[in-house]
């Protein structure tokens, strides 16, 4: 079945750069999706990108994607102690549904 | 964007008692899901609200446990019934705005079962 899949934690100094990364196994998503959780708040939408775009970036954020290895990357440049939340990615399922499959989810957590 | 808001936000509840929880959005959204997310798990997808008729359910879920109402389009109740210990997760409304189509999560309902 479909699977998508995070590592749980990363860890990074103040204004150094954050990469999470995430793989997929449905090649037929349309979508693929960055969210932010912190803690006792729902999830914000970060980014998306386009399954036919390889790269996407919006402000300090930049997505990578390879769409041949089903690997999708979130670099957040010059991390803030704000940063520090769940990042999950997302794929849009088959058919390009609202159905969306989720990762695991990694805990990003920021030190000053 | 939408404005996603969930009543309650937590709640303690006893085994075997049941949880309504609603789903309440600021503008006109076309579809609305409900997810679950346990504790330290991703987000599993419950079902898909339809308006004015009955909610379609994944795998794994089903009406008796899980029944859901969307009586107008901005607007959804999901109830956990004859809880036990395993449904303390956190429940989240989403919706898809019409205008961008972009989803959006409510902050979600803390619900632990003792």
């Known amino acids: 079945g479909e699977d998508v899949e995070q590592s749980l934690f990363l860890s990074v100094r103040e204004g150094d750069s954050s990469v999470i990364n995430c793989t997929y196994t449905d090649s037929s998503s349309t979508y693929l999706y960055w969210y932010k959780q912190e803690p006792g708040a729902g999830l914000q939408l970060l980014t998306y990108?386009?399954?036919?775009?390889d790269m996407k970036q919006d402000q300090r954020l930049t997505v990578l994607l390879n769409k041949k290895d089903k690997h999708l990357s979130l670099r957040i440049a010059d991390t803030q102690t704000g940063d520090s939340a769940i990042y999950f990615c997302?794929?849009?399922?088959?058919?390009?549904?609202?159905?969306?499959?989720f990762g695991t989810g990694t805990r990003l957590k920021v030190l000053a | 964007s939408a404005v996603i808001s969930q009543k309650p936000s937590r709640d303690i509840c006893q085994r075997g008692t049941s949880l309504t929880i609603q789903c309440q959005v600021d503008s006109q959204v076309t579809m609305m899901f409900w997810y679950r997310q346990q504790p330290g798990q991703s987000l599993t997808l419950i079902a898909t609200?339809?308006?004015?008729?009955?909610?379609?359910?994944e795998s794994g879920f089903v009406i008796d446990k899980f029944p859901i109402s969307r009586p107008n389009l901005t607007f959804s109740t999901l109830t956990v019934s004859n809880m036990s210990p395993e449904d303390s997760s956190i429940y989240l409304c989403?919706?898809?705005?019409?205008?961008?189509?972009?989803?959006?999560f409510g902050p979600g309902t803390r619900l632990t079962v003792t």
């Open positions: 609200a339809n308006q004015g008729s009955e909610a379609t359910y």
């Open positions: 997302a794929e849009s399922g088959t058919s390009g549904t609202y159905k969306y499959i």
């Open positions: 989403s919706v898809v705005a019409k205008l961008s189509y972009e989803q959006y």
């Open positions: 990108i386009f399954s036919n775009m």
